[in-house]
Structures are given as structure tokens and as C-alpha cells.
């Protein structure tokens, strides 16, 4: 048998193998969407909580797509390092309200103990956004108590036996 009938065979089997190879791989891809989701659920479910503060709320605009992009800007103390992250909550809008986070606002934050620099403040089961106190605005004169009300004598029944 000559063994130049075997080099398309095995010249067609490789690209066949090449072929399969790459849409199994393609198919099986997760999108940049899916692995920060997943990264935010595993940190909900394992991470350890600490104090941290938000410094800001960045509304900033794609220059690649245009959309726009919220990023929660804060701070966090572990083991005497001091990190400042950021967590694009974009897709999260709707557990945050942006116009009460402001500077300073205490927050929780779930790290990673591996990696204290992967962190998070808000994911789609926990959040670590405190509710921010309310405040009343100063009263600008002491109401006077009004004591000109009817007095009212208490109404006595007398049952009397027969």
C-alpha cells in the first residue's frame, strides 16, 4: 500500500479533530457578564465582613459602547492595609439608591480572605449599603402648648340597689 493515499486521510481527520475542538470550546465560554456574577455570588456566600466606608458614586460613560456605567467607590481596612476598590453596579441599579450614598456613608463589605483585594459592597443577595439615618430639619421656633382645651370632668355613674 503506498502510504501517499494516508496523507489525506490523516490531513482531513485533523482538521475534523480541529474543527470539533473549537466549537466544543467556544460553546462552553461564559461571558464577562456570567463570571462577575458568579464572583459576586461566591463572595456573598463566603466572604468575611468588615467595616468600610463609600467614598463616592462614579456615573461615567462607556467610550467602547456609550452606555452608562455606575462604579461604587470605597474603602476598607484588613489586617492594617488600606484598600480602596471600586464595584461596577451597573447591573445592580435596582438594589441601590444612588442619591443616598454619599461620602463617608458606613458600609459592610465581603472579601475574600485569600485575596483581600477582591471585594464586594452590594450583589444581588446581600447587601452591605447601611440605610442612612434620617434627619429632621431644625425646628426654627419652640411651638407653644396649647392649654386653652375645654376641661372635661369624668362622667360618674351611680348604681343604686333597690
Not at 44 to 70: F, H, W, Y
Not at 112 to 125: C, F, L, M, Q, Y
Not at 128 to 143: M, W, Y
Request: net charge neutral.
Amino acid at each position: 500500500m503506498n502510504s501517499y493515499r494516508l496523507y489525506p486521510i490523516l490531513a482531513f481527520g485533523a482538521t475534523a479533530a480541529i474543527i470539533g475542538y473549537a466549537l466544543l470550546s467556544r460553546k462552553n465560554k461564559k461571558t464577562a457578564e456570567d463570571l462577575e456574577r458568579e464572583r459576586r455570588a461566591d463572595l456573598a456566600r463566603g466572604g468575611r465582613i468588615i467595616d468600610g466606608n463609600v467614598i463616592d458614586v462614579l456615573e461615567l460613560e462607556d467610550d467602547v459602547t456609550g452606555q452608562q456605567m455606575i462604579l461604587l467607590v470605597y474603602t476598607y481596612d484588613v489586617a492594617g492595609v488600606t484598600y480602596e476598590a471600586s464595584q461596577d453596579v451597573t447591573r445592580l441599579r435596582q438594589f441601590i439608591d444612588l442619591y443616598s450614598c454619599r461620602l463617608g456613608l458606613p458600609a459592610s463589605v465581603k472579601y475574600d480572605t485569600h485575596n483581600p483585594g477582591d471585594s464586594i459592597v452590594i450583589s444581588e443577595t446581600w447587601s452591605g449599603l447601611r440605610k442612612p439615618t434620617i434627619v429632621l430639619p431644625p425646628r426654627t421656633a419652640i411651638e407653644p402648648v396649647d392649654r386653652t382645651l375645654p376641661f372635661r370632668a369624668p362622667i360618674v355613674s351611680s348604681l343604686t340597689k333597690s
